[in-house]
C-alpha cells in the first residue's frame, strides 16, 4: 500500500476561555488530522515539545503506521512516560487517528471494533455552597437529561474548595477552576480535612433522601486523604451507594489502597494524573480500584489507553475517563469514539465546554438519554475554527494550590 507521507505538523496554542494545545498533521494528499494535548497550567512545555521536538520528526513519516509511530515516539525519546511526554505522544496519536477515520470514510469508533452500545454514559459536576443551593443544581442537571451527577459541596469553616461553583446561576454555574483562573501565580486554598470528614457524608445522606436511590452519585476526594481518613470515609459513604469515590489518596503511595479496600466496599476510581499503563500495574493486578480514570488527552492517546483499559478488562475493572473542560472537544472526542468500542466502558464525565470554546472547537458529538454519542461523520467528528483559536492567543493561567489551616502546602 502507498505511504501517506505527513506532509507539515503545526501546533495551535489558544485561549478561548481556557488554554488548549492542538495538534493539526496535513498529510500531503490534503488529509488534516487534529489530536488534543493540553496539560492544564503546563500547556507550554507540551507545546514546545511538541514544536521542537516531535514536529521535525513526522515530516516524510507514514501517517498510517500509528503504532509504529507511538513506538518510535516513545522509546525513542529514551525518557519514558511523564505528563508532558504523555500528552504529546497523545496529540500526535489522536491525530494520526483522525487522518486515518478519515481516509476509511468512518467514524473513528468503526476502526476500534465498532459500537458496543448506543451511546456513553457521562455524569455531570452538580455543587453548591449549601443543600439549597447543591438540590438546585442537582435539579438544574436532570433538567437537563443527566442521569449521573458528581456531588461536590462547601466545607463549613472553610472558604473556597475545589469543585464547588463560586457564583451559581440557577444551576448552570461553572465553577471557576475551569478555566483555571488566569493570573501569573496560582491563587491558595484553605483545607481542612476533619471539617470535611464530619460534613460529607451528611450531604450524601441529604443528596439520597431528597433524590430517592436511582440517581447515580460520586465524589471526587481530590488526593487530600491519609490511607485510614480515606478507608473511614469510603465505610461513612457507604449506605448512600456511591458509584465511586475517585481519589482518595495521591496514588503515588499505591499500598495505601489496599487499607483502603480492607475497609470499604465503596467503588475507588484512580488515574486521572497517570500517564501510562505502568502506572495502573499494581492497582489492577492486586484489584484495589474498580474504575481506570485516564483520558486519551494524558495517557499516549488512543493507542495508549486502549492498553490501559484492555488490561482493566481482564480483573473487571471499567473506565471512567476524565472529562473536565480543559481536555478539549478534540481529547474528549477522542475518548468518546474509545468509549464507545470498549466492553468494560464505565462512565464517562463530562463538564459541558463554554460558547467561547465551542466557538474555536465545533464538536459533533450528542447528549441524549443521559449520555454522549461521538459524531457518525468520518474521523473524530471535531472542526476547528483556526482564525477563532489565532484570536484567543495563550494566556497564563493557574490551578490553585491548597495550604492546611497552619500554613502547610497540602494536596490541590
Ligand atoms: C476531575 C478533575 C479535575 C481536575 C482538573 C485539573 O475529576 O474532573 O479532578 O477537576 O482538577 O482536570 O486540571
Ligand atoms: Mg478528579
Redesign the pocket.
Known amino acids: 500500500m502507498t505511504p501517506l507521507r505527513i506532509d507539515r505538523t503545526q501546533v495551535i496554542v489558544t485561549s478561548p476561555g481556557r488554554n488548549f494545545v492542538t495538534v493539526r498533521i496535513d498529510t500531503a494528499d490534503g488529509v488534516t488530522g487534529y489530536g488534543d494535548g493540553t496539560l ?2 503546563r500547556e507550554l512545555s507540551v507545546a514546545s515539545y511538541l514544536r521542537d521536538h516531535l514536529a521535525p520528526l513526522l515530516v516524510g513519516r507514514d501517517a498510517h503506521a500509528i503504532e509504529d509511530t507511538w513506538q518510535y515516539l516513545y522509546r525513542g525519546s529514551y525518557w519514558r512516560r511523564g505528563p508532558v511526554t504523555m500528552a504529546a505522544i497523545a496529540a500526535v496519536d489522536t491525530a494520526l487517528w483522525d487522518i486515518k477515520a478519515k481516509v476509511a470514510g468512518l467514524p473513528l469508533y468503526q476502526l476500534l471494533g465498532g459500537a458496543s452500545r448506543e451511546r456513553c454514559l457521562v455524569y455531570g ?1 452538580a455543587s453548591g455552597a449549601n443543600l439549597p443551593e447543591l438540590f438546585d443544581s442537582v435539579r438544574a442537571h436532570l433538567a437537563q437529561g443527566f442521569r449521573a451527577v ?1 456531588i461536590q459541596t462547601a466545607v463549613p469553616g472553610l472558604g473556597s474548595v ?2 464547588v461553583a463560586s457564583s451559581p446561576v440557577g444551576g448552570a454555574e461553572r465553577y471557576d ?2 478555566p ?1 483562573r488566569r493570573a501569573a501565580v496560582p491563587v491558595t486554598e484553605t483545607w481542612e480535612t476533619r471539617a470535611y470528614l464530619r460534613h460529607l457524608p451528611s450531604v450524601f445522606e441529604a443528596v439520597r433522601a431528597e433524590f430517592g436511590p436511582e440517581l447515580i452519585l460520586l465524589h ?1 476526594a ?1 488526593h487530600r486523604l491519609t490511607p485510614i481518613q480515606a478507608a473511614r470515609l469510603g465505610k461513612a459513604l457507604e449506605p448512600y451507594d456511591l458509584f465511586w469515590l ?2 482518595p489518596t495521591p496514588a503515588e503511595n499505591q499500598d495505601a489502597l489496599r487499607l483502603i479496600r480492607q475497609h470499604t466496599t465503596t467503588p475507588i476510581a484512580i488515574g ?1 494524573v497517570f500517564n501510562t499503563v505502568w502506572d495502573y500495574r499494581q492497582l489492577i493486578a492486586e484489584q484495589l480500584i474498580d474504575y481506570v ?1 485516564s483520558p486519551a488527552t494524558h495517557a499516549g492517546g488512543i493507542t495508549h489507553l486502549r492498553r490501559i483499559a484492555d488490561y482493566a478488562g481482564m480483573y473487571q475493572v471499567k473506565t471512567g475517563m ?6 478539549s472537544p478534540i481529547g474528549l472526542a477522542a475518548s468518546l469514539h474509545l468509549g464507545l468500542a470498549l466492553h468494560n466502558f464505565g462512565i464517562q ?1 463530562y ?1 459541558v465546554h463554554s460558547d467561547e470554546t465551542h466557538a474555536v472547537f465545533q464538536p459533533g458529538y450528542s447528549f441524549a438519554d443521559g449520555g454522549l454519542r461521538p459524531a457518525d461523520e468520518p474521523g473524530l467528528g471535531v472542526a476547528l475554527d483556526v482564525e477563532c483559536a489565532a484570536r484567543n492567543p495563550y494566556q497564563p493561567a493557574y ?1 490553585p494550590i491548597n495550604r492546611l489551616t497552619d500554613g502547610t502546602v497540602h494536596d ?1
Open positions: 492544564n497550567g459536576h458528581r475545589y469543585g477552576y475551569e483555571a471526587d481530590h475517585e481519589d486521572e480514570r476524565h472529562g473536565p473542560t480543559d481536555i464525565e463538564m490551578l490541590w
